[in-house]
DNA sequence: GTTTTTATGATTGATTTTGACCAAAATTGG
DNA sequence: CCAATTTTGGTCAAAATCAATCATAAAAAC
């Protein structure tokens, strides 16, 4: 059987069961285990289907919700107290920004805590639920990265440039000490840069899992912003802090 | 079974029943307790739904689908058709003006038959939604109000004065022969106004129910603008029909 | 015809998932 | 109010699944 014709069956199966069970494949095609994976990890890497333990299911899954998908829920108790530790930083009275992402969405629910803010962001879905806890809000204008629901371009760029920050908080990809912080998106990159220049004082959010992760494009290094996470190992937590401030979460 | 079927009947479970008891899933998806407790809480982690003492309920959280929201459910059929036939009226490569609310929301899914569009829309709901879509999608800068998470202030209108749009689409909360389109909010009001102004052509999509509702600000009166709406009363037809262009979703 | 590339199946150890168990907490019913 | 019952969160070992590696066989390139 040739590797398009066991393709086909498993594009075939999905589309009929939305969810496919490796081990069911291997009689319906009669190869082995392993060249299985092989051609799920194939069909994932071109997005015809989403890998999940035991097999596979449909890309467009019909519970899948955009918000928040299971994988973002994996760092879910760091990501709060994270968010909470950021929350708390935060003076009655101040503007600030928020970035977009879901680390950053957790700090929402504590910022309720403090009166009279006003917060900037770019991420639509941020926005939504600052509204739905009667936060102030202001969205800059700007072209809406499908992906990410950030907001990027020229546009937002001009906007903020008008705009100064009391605090800013800002997601990030992955952090390490030679690439300092990074992302795959240049356009975020450079919303990222910009509010860290226009504010008095900001921050990255990241729960430790992205420590050592290195993406594309660089907008701060360690020593520029200082670090907001969750417990670190102790031999993590000594070489990094001999390049940056870090807040551990507890 | 694996990990996602069982969520997923735990899902459509609770999409029927609304309230589902641990033990009642045990049978159904042939797992232990402990399985279904632990999805139960991956679930919860990612809103799905709420855990509740002895099973889950659903998450009447304003971040749910604002499709299947309570309120949006009632003329649901309705506000399809009314989607798909705005929807239709879009040419390809237009630039279009999508308004705030859930009416106009119905729009989007049949958006994606044009290709090479541009939407700019005062919703970050909507915004959101047309991301989901892979919709090329603009924002213009605003404070964003709690209660609609429309666009609305000063620097929103500054931006589409500098703007023209192909065709705009408005929602409305009422509207009247007497009264013309009404809406509660005059600073949506203002909007509205200002989307028609700078548009070759509007439309005011609504479903029947509104007729003869009168609120506080009138955005525009019926001769002004046409209305979209579903098989009115042969009465109602007649008698609106001296006033405004109406097309009747089928 | 030989070498290189590619596809395959088997094996390994690591990771994830699972079901059972138990003590703590919550709920129920007097 | 207390006691009985149910539900819960945690730990644990067994089972399933996974990613990575390796050797072999087929196909392609030279």
Redesign the interface.
Known sequence: MLTEERQQIILEQLKIHN?V?LHDLIPLTGASESTLRRDLQDLENCHKLLR????A?NVI???E??????K??VH?NEKKMIGQTAANLVQNHEVIFLDSGTTIQFMIPYLIEHTDLLVITNG??N??????Y?V????????????T?A?VGS??IQ?LENYHFDRAFLGTNGFSIEAGYTTPDSEEAAIKRLAIAQSNQAYVLSDSSKFSQVSFSRFATLDEVPLITDRLSEKESSILSKYTKITEAI
Do not use: R
């Not at 999940?52 to 097999?55: A, E, K, L, P, V």
């Not at 919700?65 to 299971?70: F, H, K, N, R, T």
């Not at 926005?127 to 739905?132: G, H, N």
């Open positions: 969810i069970k999940i333990h035991g097999g299911q899954s019909l519970h919700e955009p918000a928040l998908s299971q973002a829920a879910i639509v879905d926005a939504s639920m600052l509204a739905d009667n102030n809000t202001f969205l800059p204008g700007g072209k809406l990265k499908s992906s629901k907001l546009n937002i906007t």
